[in-house]
């Protein structure tokens, strides 16, 4: 499913080359992106794929926007946003689709926090009896919440599942939980804490939803095994320009494939051991 069909950032060149968020535009002839049902934007560090995203779901208004408002280029920030333009995707009949409420930019700061979280027993108490307050609950309600069965309850599970699960295997169960079906999802590297092996099954999970339950992606990743893994279109950052790269074409890949190959003969069968 196609919810974001474009996006195009503004093409306003400045005078001061520095200015948040146009200098990671600097120097681009093309500053338009097509995507598919999953779409990659690799790059090393700086490559500017984190900022791109969250300029995206500022844009769209999605949850998890941040908005850079706490230094002084917090007014360029917002001038850039409204300098953007985007165009929905179309359903089976041609009908301008729109972005589901459901949808979200999830980074990977996101998932670290959450884990954090369940490593300390008082940040989870607080986070619990926060998140009740952010809905709704009246303050005065806070003390006895915290006292509550309810609470005790819910930190003991969070406990188990600290002590069950691994960081890996708790961010793949984050992660399966903030996904739904029928939903436009931003992915900010979100192989952190990933072992390869379960970064494949993450992959494998995204392209089944892609398929299967009408969600859309665009992720930003230099993770090998995302790449080579995903169904996807990838543009690749590190060129300088928003250009469309096989995986097999990265540096970051290249530099893996290299690195095994000088080292291969460590991988085959010693006669030794024959």
């Not at 999830?106 to 619990?128: F, H, P, T």
């Not at 990933?194 to 392209?207: D, G, K, M, R």
Request: charged share 30%.
């Amino acid at each position: 499913m196609i919810y974001l069909s474009s996006f195009l950032f503004s093409r306003r060149i400045m005078k001061n080359p520095n200015l948040y968020p146009y200098h990671v535009f600097a120097g681009m002839t093309e500053r338009v992106l097509l995507f598919r049902p999953i779409t990659i934007l690799y790059g090393g560090n700086a490559s500017g794929k984190s900022t791109m995203l969250n300029i995206m779901a500022n844009k769209l208004k999605l949850q998890g926007q941040e908005y850079a408002a706490c230094n002084m280029f917090g007014s360029y920030f917002t001038q850039f946003i409204e300098e953007c333009r985007y165009s929905p995707g179309e359903d089976e009949e041609g009908r301008t689709v729109r972005i589901p409420k459901e949808s979200r930019y999830i980074k990977s700061e996101d998932i670290l926090y959450e884990i954090k979280k369940i490593q300390q027993e008082q940040v989870l108490e607080e986070g619990y009896v926060y998140e009740h307050i952010r809905r709704g609950m009246p303050k005065e309600q806070k003390e006895e919440l915290k006292n509550s069965w309810q609470t005790r309850k819910a930190l003991k599970n969070m406990i188990f599942c600290q002590e069950k699960y691994s960081n890996g295997e708790t961010t793949l169960q984050m992660l399966e939980d903030y996904m739904e079906p029928d939903a436009l999802y931003l992915l900010d590297e979100p192989e952190v804490s990933l072992s390869p092996a379960n970064q494949v099954a993450l992959a494998e999970q995204i392209n089944e939803m892609a398929r299967f339950l009408r969600c859309q992606f665009i992720i930003a990743t230099h993770s090998p095994f995302l790449l080579g893994t995903l169904n996807a279109k990838i543009y690749d950052l590190d060129s300088g320009e928003l250009e469309e790269r096989r995986w097999s074409e990265l540096a970051n890949v290249r530099y893996f494939y290299e690195f095994f190959q000088k080292r291969k003969e460590e991988f085959e069968p010693s006669d030794r051991w024959r």
